[in-house]
């Protein structure tokens, strides 16, 4: 028999984790497919519908099943002698590179009329300027890998998270673990921690973590049981299993292991305040959600900020607009330069007809924004319009919720040929006249958020008014 030298074994090994890797992502991306799955079904039954005029929507999670679909429903009610068809394809957690360089073929394969974006509140943070080269289409291609998301969400949570919350005497866990990527070896790895160290219950919770963040849930859980069994003082461990039953949808369960976490750790850690104020939240049980962001805003520790960014924007969501801007005033004093808390002040100043300081805010989450990243926007921006022109397409852009829409007009100058659409001052009637609640669901933008029913008929609305008096 042959004797295999240290190359081929080096080649053999690199394979084998090259493909463990290809088949890791293959099963990241079927497991994603879920919601992406419901969506494509609902464009390929509309674009396979005979109608007159097919409109495509582009932008992230504020366009994703969200108002696309009351937009064809309010058109095709306002003009029956017309046909319209919808083609929702908005991206959660995408930006304006990813949009701009998937647009050539979202242009080939639906062929539209018009085409309606709303895009760039996800370029924070760096969005690469997108050209049609070779290095830029590989790092684009490499961002959007699951696995390097996964990777990245492992590590911060595995980390940081667990690490950060480890027991007081307990030795932390080296740094150089979390950078272990591959993951049959970190599972490996974990493993062989805990055989080699079996009464360290914070193994078992680190195996757990892994076991969540690849939503083998039963596995983190049992693994989790075992962490507690080592040491029923555990509060991570609760916690962590308390996520795992919330992923599953258990909410009576997960309830009972947060609250069994902050009875162990009531005075340490503000961590599993959030995920009970987040459970809450997800139930829309909003005032038990603000007692436990509350509690976990007076921790001194990094969730503190979360958690009072939190509290603060309940406060908008329930129409106590005074209090959500004590709150946000108090936060922007510390930081000074975070968009999100700044709009949140801006928006609750708006809410109460504090006009002047409103603008002032505004402006200043603008000179923020655009110090941040949003050259990169202006450019992708500039590029889609210009392939969408070019092919002689109708464009629509439309501004966020809330958002003034000269910040728009000056990104898309020179503006020949673009239909833009405003929604700044309908929303804020429409607040004014009731609770921002009842148009939003969060405040992930800082000024506004993901719409309602209510919100997204609003939008739908607006952009069929649009479109009747400039194209029909």
């Known amino acids: 028999m042959e004797k295999i030298t240290a190359k081929q074994k080096i080649s053999l090994i690199t394979l084998g984790l090259f493909l463990s890797a290809i088949l890791l992502e293959i099963g990241l991306r079927l497991g994603g497919f879920a919601f992406s799955y419901i969506q494509d079904s609902r464009n390929r039954t ?27 429903e309010i058109l095709n009610q306002k003009s029956p002698k017309i046909k319209f068809k919808v083609i929702d394809k908005g991206r959660g957690g995408t930006n304006s590179g990813v949009i701009l360089s998937e647009l050539e073929h979202n242009l ?42 996964l990777i990245n969400l492992a590590r911060q949570h595995v980390s940081a998270k667990i690490i950060a919350h480890n027991i007081k005497g307990k030795k932390e866990a080296s740094p150089a673990a979390s950078q272990d990527y591959d993951f049959k070896l970190r599972e490996k790895k974990l493993k062989e921690d805990i055989a080699s160290n079996p009464e360290d219950y914070l193994n078992y919770v680190r195996l757990g973590c892994f076991y969540r963040d690849m939503t083998q ?21 609760y916690a962590e299993m308390g996520n795992c039953f919330r992923s599953m949808g258990k909410y009576e369960k997960a309830e009972r292991l947060f609250k069994k976490a902050i009875e162990l750790n009531p005075e340490g850690d503000g961590w599993p305040y959030i995920e009970l104020g987040y459970l809450y939240k997800g139930k829309g049980m909003t005032e038990a959600a603000l007692t436990y962001f509350h509690k976990a805003a007076g921790f001194a520790d990094d969730n503190a900020l979360m958690a009072a960014a939190e509290e603060a924007g309940l406060y908008s969501l329930m129409g106590e607009y005074k209090k959500s801007e004590e709150l946000f005033k108090n936060l922007a004093a510390k930081y000074p330069d975070n968009t999100k808390i700044v709009g949140g002040l801006a928006l609750s100043y708006e809410l109460q007809k504090k006009n ?24 992708n921006y500039q590029k889609i319009k210009d392939v969408i022109l070019r092919r002689d397409i109708k464009m629509i852009a439309m501004q966020y919720p809330m958002r003034n829409i000269t910040s728009l007009k000056k990104m898309l100058e020179p503006c020949k040929g673009i239909i833009f659409v405003d929604n700044e001052k309908l929303f804020k009637d429409a607040i004014e006249n009731s609770l921002y609640g009842e148009y ?10 993901h719409c309602t029913e209510k919100g997204n008929r609003i939008l739908a609305e607006n952009i069929a008014n649009t479109l009747f008096k400039e194209l029909f």
């Open 108 to 149: 080939d394969k639906y062929r539209p009329d018009i085409v309606i974006t709303m895009i760039g509140i996800n370029d924070l943070g760096g969005v690469l300027k997108y050209e049609n080269k070779l290095d830029v289409k590989i790092k684009l291609f490499l961002r959007d890998f699951r696995i390097v998301k």
């Open 356 to 379: 002047d300081l409103a603008r002032e805010c505004f402006g200043k989450q603008k000179d923020i924004t655009a110090a941040q990243c949003y050259s990169n926007t202006h450019y």
């Open 440 to 449: 939003f669901i969060d405040c992930f933008g800082g000024d506004f958020g």
């Open 46 to 72: 509309a674009f396979r519908q005979k109608a007159d005029i097919c409109i495509l929507c582009l932008g992230e999670s504020t366009t994703a099943s969200q108002y696309p679909g009351y937009l064809e």
């Open 217 to 237: 849930y039963n596995k983190a859980i049992g693994t989790h049981v075992k962490a507690i069994k080592s040491n029923p003082m555990d509060y991570a461990a």
